[in-house]
Every structure is written in structure tokens, then in C-alpha cells.
């Protein structure tokens, strides 16, 4: 009874050691983005600013975008064969 008991308290460590250790590796987590509508419309598209991280986006559902931009910022400047 004594070997179950110390065998069950040794799983339960190892997996709540395992889970703190996966949420460590996966960083802090990022705050979560406050859209603002700049009432600029392209289109069928609504632009979007993050008041957050500052990237824009575009949606075309109604409310605001779901995912942050703030990975595709600046994407597409400087490439070669651009012209500024």
C-alpha cells in the first residue's frame, strides 16, 4: 500500500513538474490587443489599430480582428527591387 502511494505521488510530481516546465519554455504570455477603429475603410475591409503593440488590421466580419498583427508589421518594406 505504501509503494502505491509513494508510486502515485511520484507521478502527480513528475507531471506538475512537467507542466510548469512547458509553461516556462512557452515565455511570458503576451498581452492581449485592444483594438481601436480608425474609421478608414478599403473597401469591404474596416482598418483596425492596436492600442496594445500598434499594428493595424484589416477585417471584413463585423467587430474587430481576432489574432494580433503584430507579427506581420513591417513585412514587405525594403524588400529588393522596391522603391521608397
Given at each position: 500500500?505504501a509503494?502505491?502511494?509513494?508510486?502515485?505521488?511520484a507521478?502527480?510530481?513528475?507531471?506538475w513538474?512537467s507542466?510548469?516546465r512547458?509553461?516556462?519554455e512557452?515565455?511570458p504570455?503576451r498581452?492581449?490587443c485592444?483594438?481601436l477603429a480608425t474609421?478608414?475603410a478599403r473597401?469591404?475591409?474596416?482598418?483596425?489599430?492596436c492600442?496594445?503593440?500598434?499594428a493595424?488590421g484589416?477585417?471584413?466580419?463585423?467587430?474587430?480582428p481576432?489574432t494580433c498583427k503584430?507579427?506581420?508589421a513591417?513585412?514587405?518594406?525594403?524588400?529588393?527591387?522596391?522603391?521608397?
Amino acid at each position: 500500500m505504501a509503494l502505491m502511494l509513494a508510486i502515485l505521488v511520484a507521478v502527480i510530481a513528475f507531471l506538475w513538474w512537467s507542466h510548469r516546465r512547458a509553461q516556462a519554455e512557452a515565455g511570458p504570455e503576451r498581452p492581449k490587443c485592444v483594438w481601436l477603429a480608425t474609421g478608414a475603410a478599403r473597401g469591404r475591409l474596416r482598418e483596425y489599430r492596436c492600442d496594445t503593440c500598434g499594428a493595424t488590421g484589416y477585417t471584413a466580419t463585423k467587430g474587430p480582428p481576432e489574432t494580433c498583427k503584430r507579427d506581420f508589421a513591417g513585412r514587405g518594406t525594403g524588400s529588393p527591387g522596391s522603391r521608397s
